[in-house]
């Protein structure tokens, strides 16, 4: 992590009382970036799963958390348990679509529109070298921005665990932890190590948004 980064959660001061849509009346909390601001790696998600929402932390506070946190661990990225709300995230950074959790449905068109600045603000501030979308909603936005193929002809499980050349990025589609199969898992974290074997820095020179 940067010498100079005082906090892994939140560490460029997002608003984290934020009131620029109606997730904010069914949120505990919400739920900015976390981890080192120097990262290779930008895990997203689509938005908070209950765990974060009590914790504060992405992917941590439920059984889904820990499972995306083994996965880091096994990669060199995490030197936490599994199970810890404040992972020792090195060389990655997690984050959300969108930044405030409902209990019942996901994030709407509308409520994507309103946290875009947020997400936009942490690749651009992080300048990452792969994008990591986690589920179908994080792929759908971040391939319909960072990607000039068309965001429909990329599939979550046809992709898991595969590089697409991205618009100064590449992704590395993920299948959400908790609907992996063990199969799956493996598959990921053996591209991953491949990948990270590999002179994956080439793509440094992306355009500005």
Same mark, same amino acid.
């Not at 179908?136 to 000039?148: K, Q």
């Given at each position: 992590?940067?010498?100079?980064?005082?906090?892994?959660?939140?560490?460029?001061?997002?608003?984290?009382? %934020?009131?620029? %849509?109606?997730?904010?009346?069914?949120?505990?909390?919400?739920?900015?970036?976390?981890?080192?601001?120097?990262?290779?790696?930008?895990?997203?998600?689509?938005?908070?799963?209950?765990?974060?929402?009590?914790?504060?932390?992405?992917?941590?506070?439920?059984?889904?958390?820990?499972?995306?946190?083994?996965?880091?661990?096994?990669?060199?990225?995490?030197?936490?348990?599994?199970?810890?709300? =404040?992972?020792?995230?090195?060389?990655?950074?997690?984050?959300?679509?969108?930044?405030?959790?409902?209990?019942?449905?996901?994030?709407?068109?509308?409520?994507?529109?309103?946290?875009?600045?947020?997400?936009?603000?942490?690749?651009?501030?992080?300048?990452?070298?792969?994008?990591?979308?986690?589920?179908?909603?994080?792929?759908?936005?971040?391939?319909?921005?960072?990607?000039?193929?068309?965001?429909?002809?990329?599939?979550?499980?046809?992709?898991?665990?595969?590089?697409?050349?991205?618009?100064?990025?590449?992704?590395?589609?993920?299948?959400?932890?908790?609907?992996?199969? =063990? =199969?799956?898992? =493996?598959?990921?974290?053996?591209?991953?190590?491949?990948?990270?074997?590999?002179?994956?820095?080439?793509?440094?020179?992306?355009?500005?948004?």
């Amino acid at each position: 992590m940067n010498a100079k980064q005082e906090e892994r959660s939140n560490p460029f001061g997002m608003d984290e009382a %934020c009131t620029n %849509c109606d997730l904010c009346e069914t949120r505990e909390q919400v739920v900015h970036g976390y981890g080192d601001v120097d990262a290779h790696f930008l895990f997203v998600g689509e938005m908070p799963g209950d765990g974060a929402d009590e914790t504060g932390v992405p992917f941590t506070g439920d059984a889904a958390g820990e499972r995306l946190q083994e996965i880091l661990g096994r990669l060199g990225l995490n030197e936490s348990p599994p199970d810890a709300e =404040e992972p020792e995230i090195e060389n990655a950074f997690l984050t959300y679509v969108t930044r405030c959790r409902h209990p019942e449905r996901g994030p709407t068109d509308g409520e994507i529109m309103t946290c875009e600045p947020y997400l936009n603000a942490e690749i651009r501030m992080i300048n990452p070298e792969i994008l990591v979308p986690i589920g179908e909603g994080a792929l759908a936005e971040i391939a319909t921005e960072y990607t000039t193929k068309p965001a429909a002809d990329i599939d979550i499980v046809a992709d898991h665990a595969t590089t697409i050349r991205g618009r100064g990025f590449e992704l590395v589609p993920m299948i959400r932890p908790e609907n992996q199969t =063990e =199969e799956q898992t =493996e598959a990921f974290v053996q591209h991953f190590h491949e990948l990270m074997d590999t002179d994956y820095r080439q793509t440094k020179g992306r355009q500005g948004r």
